[in-house]
């Protein structure tokens, strides 16, 4: 098949294309199909008109368009099209209902029902984005919040077929209508990470100025928790074990990384906080393999419910035991005892107490660990995802394997 994934915005900095798009197109090349990304790099101006090559993965980003308002919306919109339809594809998959990839999917809709278009349309979701969702999360003005809930209505019911990242947001389609045969419960993938080596690591220690103490991690964007919940957890683990250091890893939407030092200041024994911030990825495998032990805290809230976290699966990959809260997509990742340690939503004792645990039992830490890097690249590796995702491709849009339709 020829395929093509239309994303709303580039590689980087946001990593929905990167993380689950590109090494989903990836497996399907393995699996004999061509595969080229289209996007329309907005939020990267120096990937526009941009095509390189990864992996075997055409990736062809559209040049922007002068910055006039409105019209430069739908003319990169008509360019994203464009591109789309050059690669004369069998099928097209639009990731995320929302903003560009939204209009895209839109556009080739309505042009598939006059009869310019024959390829089979799917959407992918990976986030709740209306009410209760990033909607509410983000600063956006009224008129886009308005768009986007109701783009992502839209492209919820309008397609050949529906991969979603969560089985909350599988409950959100089929309350639409749509029906269970439509849909692909499509979790993101792992894969285990590279080993860093013992020079690296060393540097690592040294950059950050953590020595040989053990360390328990924090890595995070922010918005998954209340900042008040993490200040009494690593208060929590300080008092019974004040000999670790904290080392928090990602940035926030909002600046929260500047609150939590100021308030974890205070509290932190002498030198035993550390923020990395935005780390790359190339480095990331270093820093990841300095934890003793990571906690993943998540309120139960609708955002939360809906997305399926790739931090986890980097955690997990790079045999970083995990305590988390109970919440969503979390409970699919990590068999309880096995694979990491869950704790009941909201309840911060737990965590600290399992943490702890984590701590003090090194063996018990490392066997968890161990599992947790198994189950990511054996259960949720994405070969085996992309042999689910070519079975419904098949199933749901008619077409011959290897062929058209």
Known sequence: MRIAFVGPFALQPKRTMAVRALPLARALV???????????PWDWPADSGRACDDGGVQIQNVRLPAPVPLLAHAELTRRLVHATLNQQPDLIHCFKPKAYAGLAAWTLWQLRRVGLGRAALFVDSDDWEGAGGWNSLMQYTALQRRLFAWQEKWGLTHHDGLTVASRALESIAWSLGVPKDKILYLPNGGRPAPQAGPDELAAARQRLGIGSAPVALLYTRFFEFSLDRVVELMQGVWQQVPEVHWLVVGQGLFGEERELEQRVAALAPAGHFHYA????????????????????PFDDNLVNRCKCPVKLTDLM???????ADRVGQIAEYIVPGESGLLSPPGDTGNLVSQTVDLLRNPDRASRIGQEGKRRIGEEFGWERL???VEAFYLRNARIKAGGAS
């Open 30 to 40: 393995q699996r004999g199909h061509e595969v080229c990304l289209v996007l329309p």
């Open 386 to 388: 992309a042999q689910q």
């Open 277 to 296: 911030g935005w780390v790359q990825e190339d480095k990331l495998p270093a820093v990841l393999a300095l934890a003793n032990v990571a906690i993943y």
């Open 317 to 323: 990959g790079a045999g970083v035991p995990v305590v």
